[in-house]
C-alpha cells in the first residue's frame, strides 16, 4: 500500500486518492505512534502535538514519493521517535516545565485496566507503572527510546538499531545503561512477588 | 547443571536483550519456567491503555487541518529573523558618533562646601519648610 502512496503526487484524483490512502493508514497507526510519543514524552499535550507532527512530516513525504518505503509500521515510527527526541533535546532547556500529571502517568505505564478486574491488582500495576514512569525522567533521550521501544513495542535490538540508526553494539550499551538506571523499578516490577503470588 | 540458576539481574537483561547467552535457559525447566512467567507480567504491565475514541478522532482532524495549510516550516524561522534584525540595528545605533558630552559642572570649592553644611547645620528647619513658612508670614 505505502508502495502506491509513495508515488509522487498527481494532480486532482490521484491527490485524492493519496490523501484517502494515508488517512486510512494514519487510522491504523495512529493509537500506537500516539502511545509511542506520550510514553517517551511523558505529556499529554506534547505527545498529542508530536503525532501530529509525525504524520504532517510522514505525508509531506509521500507526497514528494522521493523514496520507496519498505515497512510503513518502522517508518513512521522512526519518524515519530525522531520527533520525540527533538522535543526532549529541546526541553533541557526548559526549566519551568513540570513532572507530568499522575494521571498522565499512570496512562503511561499503568497498563489496560480491563485486562485486570481486580481492584488489587489494578492498584499494584498502577502503583508500579508511575514508579517506572518517574524513573524514566533519569534516562537520556537515547535511552528512553530504546528502553520504549523494547518495553513496550517488544522490538528486537536490530530493529530499534534501525529504527533510531544505530548500531546494535550502541543500542546494547544504552539498554546497559537504561537498565542499571532503572534496577530498583525493574526488579519490582518483575519481583517473585507476582500478582498470583499476592494472592496466595 | 553445573552452574548455578540465573541470578534476577540475569532475567531482566535478558528480557530486554542484552542478558546472557549461555544457553542456560535451554537446559533448566526452572529458569525457563520464570523467564516465561516474567514475559507474561512485561506484557501485562506493558499493555495499550485505552486512548477515548473522541481523542484520536480529534487528533486526526487537526493533522487534516494542518495538511491543508501551506508547507510553513519557515515560518517558524520568523521570530529568529525579527530578532536578528533587532540587533543589526541596534548594533548600527551604538555605531553612531557619540552625541556631545555636557561639560563639567564648575567645580565647587571646599572651603564653600564647608560653609554650605555648616549653614546646614545651624539652621533649625529644614530649608525645604522655608517657602511653606512664607505663605502664613504677614508682610
Ligand atoms: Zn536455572
Redesign the interface.
Known amino acids: 500500500m505505502m508502495g502506491e502512496m509513495a508515488e509522487p503526487m498527481a494532480a486532482g484524483a490521484g491527490a485524492a486518492a493519496l490523501l484517502r490512502d494515508f488517512s486510512s493508514w494514519m487510522i491504523s497507526e495512529q493509537k500506537r505512534v500516539y502511545l509511542l510519543c506520550q510514553r517517551m514524552l511523558q505529556d499529554r499535550e506534547d505527545a498529542d502535538s508530536a503525532t501530529q507532527d509525525a504524520f504532517l512530516k510522514a505525508y509531506q513525504h509521500i507526497r514528494r514519493g522521493s523514496q520507496e518505503i519498505d515497512d510503513p509500521a518502522k517508518w513512521i515510527t522512526r519518524i515519530a521517535v525522531n520527533v520525540c527526541l527533538d522535543r526532549l533535546r529541546s526541553r533541557k532547556w526548559q526549566f519551568w516545565r513540570k513532572r507530568p500529571a499522575p494521571e498522565d502517568e499512570t496512562l503511561i505505564i499503568g497498563g489496560a485496566p480491563e485486562s485486570r478486574p481486580d481492584a488489587e491488582d489494578r492498584i499494584f500495576a498502577s502503583e508500579i507503572g508511575q514508579r517506572l514512569t518517574a524513573a524514566l525522567d533519569r534516562l537520556s533521550a537515547r535511552q528512553r527510546a530504546v528502553f520504549t521501544l523494547r518495553h513496550f513495542e517488544d522490538r528486537s535490538l536490530e530493529e530499534i538499531g534501525s529504527i533510531l540508526d544505530l548500531d546494535v553494539g550502541t543500542v546494547k550499551a544504552h539498554m546497559f545503561r537504561a537498565i542499571q538506571k532503572l534496577r530498583e523499578e525493574l526488579r519490582d516490577v518483575y519481583a517473585y512477588r507476582t500478582l498470583e503470588g499476592r494472592k496466595s | 547443571m553445573t552452574r548455578g540458576h540465573w541470578t534476577?539481574?540475569q532475567?531482566?537483561?535478558s528480557?530486554?536483550?542484552?542478558g546472557p547467552e549461555d544457553g542456560h535457559l535451554n537446559a533448566c525447566a526452572e529458569c525457563r519456567a520464570r523467564h516465561e512467567?516474567?514475559i507474561a507480567?512485561?506484557r501485562?504491565?506493558?499493555?495499550?491503555?485505552?486512548?477515548p475514541f473522541e481523542f484520536?478522532a480529534a487528533?486526526?482532524r487537526?493533522?487534516?487541518r494542518?495538511?491543508d495549510q501551506p508547507?510553513r516550516r519557515n515560518a517558524r524561522f520568523l521570530p529568529v529573523l525579527a530578532a536578528s534584525l533587532v540587533l543589526v540595528a541596534g548594533f548600527f545605533a551604538m555605531k553612531q558618533p557619540p552625541a556631545p558630552t555636557p561639560a563639567p559642572k564648575a567645580q565647587v570649592s571646599d572651603t564653600q562646601l564647608f560653609a554650605d553644611i555648616y549653614a546646614l547645620e545651624q539652621s533649625s528647619e529644614p530649608r525645604a519648610a522655608g517657602p511653606v513658612r512664607a505663605l502664613f508670614e504677614e508682610n
Not at chain 2, 528480557?15 to 542484552?18: A, C, E, S
Open positions: 534476577e539481574q532475567f531482566i537483561d528480557l530486554y536483550g542484552v512467567s516474567m507480567r512485561k501485562q504491565i506493558a499493555s495499550e491503555p485505552e486512548i484520536l487528533q486526526r487537526a493533522i487534516h494542518r495538511l508547507d
